[in-house]
């Protein structure tokens, strides 16, 4: 297996405003490793949420070359990239998202539901992973119910049920305090990372830095520095 | 997913009820006035089908309908007799004296002809007394809605006296009709003491009811006797129509209802529309969240439908229900005799609520189906 799992050149995004362009993306050239967390950083409207958005799939690129999990995205359209997303990705949301009306085992057992496994089955498997997530207790508690570090390891699980490749998670600490967002990123370092899957983490919450096996500094739609002891070296928790 | 479809739905309990309570009522509304309409102009006609020996009317060109005919001379029913294909003929008068009972208590009513030989056009339906009883001299029948209104909370019981136009005449026989339009209490007597009950005019006769031979067409009969004698002849569904055609255009009665019924379909339509616009609006974070997630638009767009298709389904039987339930209580009420659910307004309002339901939901899916699944990344 080819040790690169996302793959940047090049990458431009503009959205139309009015009569005029804005180029959120110019010209990105980024790598994500299998077996390893790594942070996407930056100041806010430098374009992290634009970048994920492109390599998840959910937007096109405008131009550039991009490869997720050895598949050329530009080749991807419509239902098949729904399904690409839905066999090889998680997502974890900086809402968490989960439904408001369905338990925390129901939400977990969600991209299980969406491939067509039988609810008793998925449901099953979702137990055990909430289980093994600390959350055994509260498996039929609504998301009311939880704290926010409770359902930000339901939305952690149900990123992880499918057994994706490729993990994106959106400021998954910005909604929680300090010590609960410590604590996910600690369990998202120990249960999401593997030889086999690619993490990445959008953040500028400095506080999480230590849980990255690498670092991209983004800056005005490109990468600015890349590597974990360059990007640091370069005051980048001042700078954002 | 059609669990999380359904879970989504029951999740938000007030929009939830709004939505069904919404098609309920609009359901019910409809179907209520749509049935009420129908048993109006079903009543209108309802003395034409009461009469089942005979399968033509015979009357003036000029009548439009069964209250108001022109009478006929005598001689037009040894010209309908003499028809070829016509078994029998007999004459009919239809009048509206006033009756007064012996407590003085009186009311217009609606007084039939039967043939003074055969007794055609006879009521079907007896509660008390036979057909024969009607032989007798000075004698009369009447429905069981008249006997309620002359003689309340006491038991059938023949041998009751009226008075119409200074005729003393005894009640022989009590049957059972069908609701007249005017709710008029129906008397029915021989055709000669009809005549004599109600005072002589020039010409007396309201109708010939003809039965044609075995193996002639009514249709073709009633286009010979209209060549042969200058009389107009429908079959009796025919007539029934011409009569409810003439209420229908002549009163106010369909625009009445006609607004009632469209309000209603607009009222749910804008009501359960907007309430689940709403619903999806509210959702549209969890829509988004699901199509990263990898749900189809195809799913995405049956989950809204199947939430839709509920709602529909739940509102429309309780809806219906009580339309059902309204006529079903008040199916003893004498003066609501004729009222009921057909099935065929049942199965229009169900098409009404499809309606609402396929709009309330569009908007709704077009919204989703346009959403951008990057939303999510948006806090």
Not at chain 1, 104 to 130: C, D, F, G, Q, Y
Not at chain 2, 140 to 146: C, K, S
Not at chain 2, 326 to 341: A, P, Q, T
């Amino acid at each position: 297996m080819r040790n690169v799992a996302v793959s940047c050149h090049g990458i431009t995004k503009a959205f139309d405003s009015g009569e005029n362009q804005v180029l959120a993306l110019r010209g990105v050239d980024w790598e994500v490793r299998f077996g390893e967390l790594t942070l996407l950083v930056g100041p806010s409207g430098c374009g992290k949420t634009t970048l994920i958005s492109v390599i998840a799939g959910l937007l096109d690129a405008t131009s550039g070359e991009l490869e997720v999990l050895g598949e050329d995205m530009r080749r991807l359209r419509g239902t098949d990239a729904v399904v690409f997303r839905r066999r090889n990705l998680g997502f974890v949301f900086q809402q968490f998202n989960l439904l408001p009306s369905l338990t925390a085992v129901e939400n977990a057992a969600v991209p299980l539901l969406a491939a067509r496994v039988p609810r008793r089955t998925a449901v099953a498997r979702a137990s055990e992973l909430l289980a093994e997530l600390g959350l055994g207790h509260r498996l039929n508690a609504l998301p009311s119910k939880l704290s926010g570090g409770q359902q930000q390891r339901v939305a952690l699980a149900r990123a992880l049920l499918h057994e994706p490749k490729l993990i994106v998670c959106d400021e998954p600490t910005s909604a929680l305090d300090h010590e609960t967002g410590h604590a996910v990123m600690e369990l998202l370092k120990r249960v999401a990372v593997r030889e086999d899957r690619a993490v990445i983490v959008v953040t500028h919450d400095s506080r999480v830095f230590e849980f990255a096996d690498e670092i991209a500094e983004m800056e005005d739609g490109s990468i600015r520095s890349e590597g974990l002891e360059a990007v640091l070296e370069g005051e980048l928790v001042e700078r954002i | 997913m059609n669990f999380v479809a359904i879970q989504m739905l029951l999740g938000d309990r007030i929009k939830y009820l709004g939505l069904v309570t919404a098609v309920a009522f609009s359901t019910f509304l409809m179907s209520h006035q749509s049935s009420i309409f129908a048993g109006v102009m079903n009543r209108t006609r309802s003395q034409i089908l009461d009469v089942q020996d005979a399968g033509i009317w015979v009357m003036d060109p000029a009548t439009q309908y069964f209250d108001e005919a022109k009478a006929l001379p005598d001689q037009a029913l040894y010209r309908v007799r003499s028809v070829e294909g016509v078994e029998w003929a007999v004459a009919m008068r239809k009048g509206t004296p006033v009756a007064r009972a012996a407590d003085g208590t009186f009311r217009t009513v609606i007084l039939m002809s039967v043939d003074d030989d055969s007794l055609a056009g006879a009521p079907r339906h007896m509660l008390a007394g036979s057909l024969a009883d009607l032989r007798q001299p000075d004698s009369l029948f009447i429905d069981r809605a008249a006997y309620y209104y002359f003689f309340p909370n006491q038991p059938f019981r023949t041998g009751r006296v009226f008075e119409i136009n200074d005729h003393r005449v005894t009640v022989s026989g009590i049957f059972e009709s069908s609701a007249p339009f005017t709710n008029l209490p129906i008397f029915y007597a021989r055709y000669s003491e009809a005549l004599k009950f109600q005072g002589r005019e020039r010409n007396m006769m309201t109708y010939v009811l003809v039965k044609a031979k075995p193996g002639v067409d009514e249709n073709t009969l009633c286009q010979r006797i209209a060549r042969e004698t200058g009389f107009h002849a429908m079959t009796t569904q025919e007539f029934g129509w011409a009569t409810i055609d003439y209420y229908f255009k002549h009163t106010g009665i369909p625009l009445n209802f006609g607004i009632t019924i469209t309000v209603a379909l607009l009222v749910g339509t804008l009501v359960a529309g907007q309430t689940f616009y709403i619903f999806t609006l509210e959702n549209l974070k969890q829509f988004g969240a699901l199509k990263a997630i990898g749900v189809t638009n195809w799913r995405i767009t049956s989950m809204i439908l199947l939430q839709a298709g509920m709602v529909g389904a739940i509102g429309y039987s309780i809806g219906i229900a009580m339309t059902a339930a309204f006529y079903e209580y008040f199916s003893k009420n004498v003066d609501l005799r004729g009222f009921f659910l057909p099935w065929q307004i049942a199965t229009g309002t169900a098409g009404a609520v499809l309606v609402i339901i396929v709009i309330a939901s569009f908007m709704s899916i077009r919204r989703v189906l346009v959403l951008e699944p990057a939303v999510v990344f948006r806090g």
